[in-house]
């Protein structure tokens, strides 16, 4: 008995699992290539394999990778806006504390302990925040507080 011939969309199923859906799709008819966005001669899986060997795949490939981590970077590096800094530095400024007070370990431990958060440091609480509004504009918000003699 002879080989039975696959179907076409068959083998073109079993191109796309065995190269992986992120490289390869289909839609029954024509394989495509999502890497180097072009149509695969699939006759033979010589020609799939060739196209993935080749210079411009490989360079395709490489640089949706490296865009791919360079967008997980930029969302992983954005900063996280704490309250947790805001609120303290309401709290000292309302009961009259000097944010020097925060260079005090014991003091920054006790803080520390019981918050469970990390403490900023004198300069950061007095550093500037700067943003941008829904307009693009840029906003800059400052912490004044009123230092006294006692």
């Known amino acids: 008995m002879g080989k039975v011939k696959q179907s076409t969309s068959a083998r073109l ?5 065995e190269f992986g859906s992120e490289i390869l799709s289909t839609d029954g008819f024509v394989l495509f290539c999502k890497v180097c966005e072009l149509k ?10 060739q196209h993935i060997r080749t210079e411009k795949h490989v360079k395709s ?4 990778k490296d865009q791919v ?13 704490s309250d947790f800094n805001k609120d303290l530095c309401e709290a000292m400024v309302a009961a009259n504390i000097p944010f020097n007070k925060f260079s005090n370990t014991i ?22 925040d700067e943003t941008c509004d829904v307009q693009g504009r840029c906003v800059a918000n400052v912490i004044v507080g009123i230092l006294k003699p006692d």
């Open 13 to 17: 199923r079993n191109y796309v699992s």
């Open 40 to 49: 695969i001669n699939f006759e033979k899986k010589f020609n799939v394999s």
């Open 61 to 64: 490939a490489k640089r949706q």
């Open 69 to 81: 981590q360079r967008k997980s970077q930029l969302l992983t590096n954005q900063p996280t806006k």
């Open 107 to 128: 003091f920054r431990s006790f803080l520390e302990k019981y918050t469970g958060k990390s403490i900023p440091f004198e300069a950061t609480l007095r550093k500037v």
